[in-house]
């Protein structure tokens, strides 16, 4: 941040209608936080607003916000009743969830601010995309008085950085713009597209010829308001981002106002690997480049966790994250959702007995008096997971995944037990290809009590097709364990009395059921850190510490 400017943060403003987002976790957000939106309907609308108090004058305004690939939220920025900008975040890649990955910055040109006036940002749901704002920075343009618009210096270059204009790329099918009166550009040059069809595309390509290892890769390009150009990002054969330029700012032609800088963080990088962005004009939109700047992360890449015998990597915590449905959140049929632990504090409390670092990590919170960061998603099936599990992956790099998924599959669906295993058989796939070196503990669903049924949804067969369901999970597993993956089973749900361990709905836990999750998922999980540990590390595990006969368990429910 340029010592002259000033942040706002998203959880500093005045909110209505977003939710404020918090973990220790959250890296890659400023502050560690950011607004969400949950949408209650088809476009669910928030805004966050904030009073200007800086001195009254010209500032560039750089509005920083998550872009994840499962929607098209839109935004609107403005100041008092003039609106400044607006536009779409259209991705896809970058996850469902929130990450260094997803994360834009915005930047608004040579805005003239009083003192006092009110900055109004308002988000709008789509598709399930959250509008997520992290942050709004203002950046002076030099004195109180105001003057005529010039064309801000390009950003400088970070001094470990390197940079590749467009005009120094291989170009097929791009035509270079030039001129010394291009102040807004890198090099006062950038690459356009003028439309020989309705959908012209073109390639700027260049060979990396940094050190191998990982980088961060900023694409600045311009975004201007006269159609809807689309971009792709690869390296070799692997597409690392693709995302749309849908601003309905920044006027027709490139300028300071229409330029977007796109980062895509921890990137693997082999010197001499081909580097290529394509750009495909659409409405007008001439899909422009001004240039690529690759930024180190720090030499070469790292050995994957647990490649060097511990799962902890270099230091020494276990990040877990319970995956799965209400059962792992803590739904128990009468606990307020905010409050539901389920089995993860009486899980953290024999963790932490036992000597063994961990960091419960997840996009969502629930419960009190311990970590209580998860991915447990009410009502979700397997499908819904397995569409959504690469992005809390890419941002959370769990080193151990308790799993337990297939209780609304087999109460609230007409699917096949068969066609369930196969999927989960699915999802146990994406997640060891995700994380190869992570250990995936798969359990068993919660048995079920018909007698309390109060739910009219439910299928009339719940009972034997969960008991069906459960047969057939540990021949799955063991086939993905015969295949070299990381992955093992535990009775974890299975092993539950349906009479006395569930509550009042028939199908989740009560506390003791939960309690006794705890200590099955527990003994897994300090098996696998013995196993995984060198003595000389500190994430062993105390001798004396209780180890539930029950082994190798998985989180997760409902």
């Known amino acids: 941040m340029p010592s002259n400017s000033i942040r706002i943060e998203a959880e500093k403003m005045a909110l209505k209608g977003y939710r404020l987002e918090r973990s220790n976790s959250f890296n ?85 601010l009083k003192k006092g006036e009110t900055l109004q940002l308002t988000g709008t749901e789509d598709g399930g995309e959250a509008a997520r704002i992290d942050y709004i920075e203002l950046i002076p343009k030099g004195g109180n008085t105001p003057t005529p618009p010039t064309p801000p210096k390009p950003p ?125 004009e659409n409405g007008g939109e001439a899909a422009r480049i001004d240039y690529i700047e690759f930024v180190p992360k720090g030499g070469t890449p790292s050995k994957p966790p647990g490649s060097s015998g511990s799962l902890a990597g270099n230091n020494g915590v276990l990040e877990i994250m319970a995956l799965g449905d209400s059962i792992t959140r803590g739904e128990d049929a009468k606990t307020s959702k905010n409050k539901q632990n389920g089995y993860r504090d009486d899980l953290a409390r024999r963790l932490k007995g036992a000597g063994i670092k961990f960091d419960f990590v997840g996009s969502l919170r629930n419960g009190n008096g311990f970590d209580n960061n998860h991915e447990g998603h009410g009502g979700w099936k397997i499908k819904q997971l397995a569409g959504s599990v690469n992005g809390w992956l890419n941002s959370y790099k769990p080193e151990i995944i308790l799993l337990q998924i297939g209780t609304n599959d087999m109460g609230f669906s007409k699917v096949g037990v068969k066609d369930a295993i196969g999927q989960l ?64 089973f535990v009775n974890a749900g299975g092993s539950l009395n349906a009479n006395r361990d569930l509550s009042g709905d028939g199908f989740h836990p009560n506390s003791g059921g939960y309690s006794r999750m705890a200590n099955s998922l527990y003994g897994a999980i300090s098996k696998v850190a013995k196993k995984s540990t060198n003595r000389s590390q500190t994430l062993a595990v105390s001798a004396d510490a209780p180890v539930e006969q029950d082994i190798l368990g998985v989180a997760t429910g409902f």
């Open 156 to 280: 400088s270059t970070p001094k470990n950085a390197f940079r590749v204009e467009a005009e120094n790329m291989s170009l097929k099918g791009y035509r270079l713009e030039r001129s010394n009166s291009f102040n807004f550009a890198s090099g006062k040059a950038y690459t356009s597209l003028y439309a020989k069809g309705a959908k012209e595309t073109a390639t700027a390509s260049t060979k990396f010829s940094g050190a191998t290892g990982k980088y961060d890769i900023i694409v600045a390009y311009f975004d201007e308001n006269d159609g809807a150009s689309t971009f792709k990002l690869k390296k070799g054969n692997q597409q690392i981002g693709q995302w749309k330029a849908t601003s309905k700012s920044g006027g027709v032609a490139p300028s300071a106002q229409s330029l977007v800088r796109r980062t895509f963080s921890n990137v693997s990088l082999k010197n001499g690997e081909n580097i290529q962005l394509t750009g495909t």
């Open 425 to 488: 058989g699915g999802l146990i796939d994406k997640i060891v290809s995700k994380r190869p070196a992570a250990q995936l503990i798969v359990s068993s669903i919660a048995p079920t009590n018909p007698s309390r049924f109060n739910n009219k949804s439910i299928v009339s067969n719940f009972k034997s097709r969960v008991q069906d369901f459960n047969r057939r999970i540990p021949g799955l597993v063991n086939s993905k364990a015969s295949q070299g993956k990381s992955v093992s």
């Open 28 to 112: 890659f957000a400023s502050g560690k936080a950011y607004t969400s939106l949950y949408a209650k309907g088809a476009k669910e609308t928030a805004t966050a607003s904030t009073k200007f108090n800086g001195a009254t004058g010209k500032y560039d305004i750089v509005v920083a916000y998550f872009d994840e690939n499962d929607g098209a939220s839109s935004f609107k920025l403005k100041k008092g009743n003039q609106q400044i900008g607006q536009w779409k975040a259209t991705s896809k890649s970058g996850g469902v969830a929130p990450s260094a990955q997803s994360l834009v910055r915005r930047t608004f040109s040579n805005i003239s």
